[in-house]
């Protein structure tokens, strides 16, 4: 391709570089980020969180939010987008932004299936899009459901609702959209074992997509992947194992879920959920093994490993990288990535940071000490495991509210919430945390959410609401639910899902 210059995109007549983006704070506006966003220079949740606490209009604020909440999905925190989904609905809603809740309302709903919380306000969603009329929204619903149902591992619902948000897609010329869906129905294709029907639709994603599109036809790329991985373990195992074809399938089948294992492990691993992630890890080294991929076995291992350590295990982690033996005929790239897990877990070992491996993960990828290029997929291998920096203390950051507000989880513990006062004291905590996350809710506020219009003296209510406060505390809530001159709030510190 003949390279072309690249354009130079402005801001208040002003260029946007990277520069302008790293001063970007008080002095710009949310507008001013958003659109450097858009421009597709890096933006840091930093950045935003400090344009946004300074933001005095809701209705701009609730749209920042929402583009925070992209922003933390796109690295893989999961929890913390949910936080900000529901965060941006709230806000929205008391807006009036229908439109804009409801698109928070259901990005909020495929958090919740990745996090394999349950799912309870598609339906909803779902109905406020169709009575908006709204055909982008009305897409947006169906590809967010196509979603849910993959992570709930239903391939005919997630082909079906696929299409339909195709349908809508194509309707009102959203070519980018249309080709991530177009991926999805391929890679649903792959799941129902109909390589042939995949195979058509990821070319005809490939053939219609713009090369600007590259996040897109990365996907793509994956999918066809998948495919050929699938066909080519297909008919290797149709000419090895003769015994009978339903041998051939099983082993066609095993080779591509010991994959999908490995990537879900990183998925969780990113996620900082290791306990599941290193049960990943063992049954794609234990499928891989079986199958004589001694390479991948290697890798599961490894990684396993550093679930492990995370999860508190440093022994079983010691024993399962001792494991993580690769075959002599180890490609390149696999030895290096398992130094760097080795790496990984002598510095959890040590109680250092995962970040001090830095720069050199990439180094130590490349053939005889030299770096690799940085648009391999090794490269982007080692920089994915750095970005992630598991960290247990981050994991042990969340709070789980039951959407009914009887019963909290914290730490690996949870706890029943019984009586109408204590569950609505609850709920005012936890509406104005995700409303205003620094925020107090003073002493008359929690009283009227309380009691409301009923006659109680002054003194009488403050007792009653400490006496309160101090049995949530007991229960469930400690030290995160503070308390001042200024009131009450729950700890801004931790991540907070409701439902």
């Known amino acids: 391709m003949t390279p072309t210059a690249t354009p130079v995109v402005r801001v208040n007549h002003a260029p946007v570089t990277p520069e302008w983006v790293s001063c970007c704070g008080a002095d710009r506006t949310l507008d001013d980020l958003l659109e ?3 421009a597709g220079l890096p933006i840091s949740e930093a950045q935003l969180e400090q344009v946004l606490s300074a933001t005095k209009d809701d209705a701009r604020r609730a749209r920042g ?40 309302d259901v990005r909020a709903e495929t958090k919740r299936a990745q996090l394999s919380l349950p799912i309870h306000g598609l339906g909803r969603a779902s109905r406020e899009a169709s009575e908006l009329g709204d055909r982008r929204l009305i897409a947006l619903v169906r590809d967010c459901e196509a979603e849910i149902y993959c992570h709930q591992q239903r391939p005919l619902a997630t082909l079906r609702a696929a299409k339909q948000a195709l349908v809508e897609y194509e309707a009102i010329g959203a070519v980018a959209e249309a080709a991530a869906v177009l991926c999805g129905v391929s890679l649903a294709y792959v799941e129902l074992d109909a390589l042939d029907q995949a195979d058509l639709w990821l070319e005809q994603l490939l053939a219609e997509l713009p090369e600007s599109e ?65 049960v990943c890890f063992r049954r794609a080294a234990r499928l891989a093994a079986e ?17 492990d350590q995370l999860d508190g295990d440093a022994e079983g982690a010691s024993a399962l ?71 247990r203390a981050v994991a042990a950051s969340l709070l789980r509210v039951a959407q009914d507000f009887g019963s909290v989880c ?60 101090s049995r949530l505390r007991q229960l469930a809530l400690g030290s995160e639910l503070q308390g001042s001159a200024q009131g009450f709030r729950l700890a801004p510190t931790r991540v907070l899902i409701v439902g």
């Open 36 to 38: 450097a966003k858009a």
């Open 291 to 307: 199958l004589g991929d001694f390479e991948l076995a290697a890798l599961a291992r490894a990684a396993a490993a550093i679930g």
């Open 214 to 278: 590259v996040r897109t036809r990365a996907y793509g790329v994956f999918g066809a992947a998948r495919v050929h991985m699938a066909r080519a373990r297909w008919d290797d195992a149709s000419t090895t194992l003769t015994t009978s074809a339903a041998l051939a399938q099983a082993a066609a089948d095993s080779y591509l879920h010991a994959h999908i294992s490995y990537w879900e492990g990183e998925l969780r691993l990113a996620e900082l959920r290791y306990g599941q992630a290193s």
């Open 410 to 469: 914290m730490d690996g513990n949870t706890a029943t919430i019984n009586g109408p006062k204590l569950r609505a004291l609850l709920a005012a905590l936890c509406q104005q945390r995700l409303e205003a996350p620094a925020a107090w809710l003073s002493y008359d506020e929690l009283a009227d959410a309380l009691w409301g219009k009923e006659r109680i003296s002054r003194s009488s209510r403050d007792n009653r609401l400490r006496v309160l406060v």
């Open 321 to 391: 990288m001792r494991a993580a033996l690769p075959p002599a005929t180890a490609s390149l790239p696999t030895l290096g990535v398992l130094r760097l897990r080795k790496a990984q877990l002598e510095l959890l070992e040590a109680g250092r940071e995962i970040a001090e491996l830095g720069e050199t993960a990439a180094q130590w990828l490349g053939p005889e000490g030299r770096p690799l290029a940085r648009s391999s997929a090794s490269f982007r291998f080692a920089s994915n495991l750095v970005v992630a920096r598991p960290n």
């Open 65 to 104: 939010l929402l583009e925070l909440a992209r922003l933390l999905a796109g690295r893989g925190r999961a929890a913390s987008a949910l936080a900000c989904y529901q965060r941006a609905a709230t806000v929205a809603r008391s807006e009036g932004l229908a439109a804009l809740a409801v698109h928070a």
